[in-house]
């Protein structure tokens, strides 16, 4: 019966380490993706910056005289 119960404990005790590792790591993959998110959206922002911007220096070039 001890050793069945020892067992158990050991087993319990795996459990709670591998849970601690776990959380641990979510923790440290929702700030990544928050991360990622925002470097995103600015990299978009910047795209959209630089489209209007083309936009407005292809508007002021001359119509092709064809």
Do not use: C, F, I
Request: hydrophobic share 35%; charged share 30%; proline share 2%.
């Amino acid at each position: 019966m001890q050793t069945e119960l020892d067992a158990l404990e050991s087993k319990l005790a795996q459990l709670v380490q591998l849970s601690q590792r776990l959380r641990a790591e979510n923790h440290r993959l929702r700030q990544e993706l928050a991360t990622t998110l925002s470097q995103g959206r600015q990299y978009s922002d910047k795209m959209e910056n630089a489209r209007k911007r083309l936009e407005r220096l292809l508007a002021q070039l001359p119509e092709d005289a064809a």
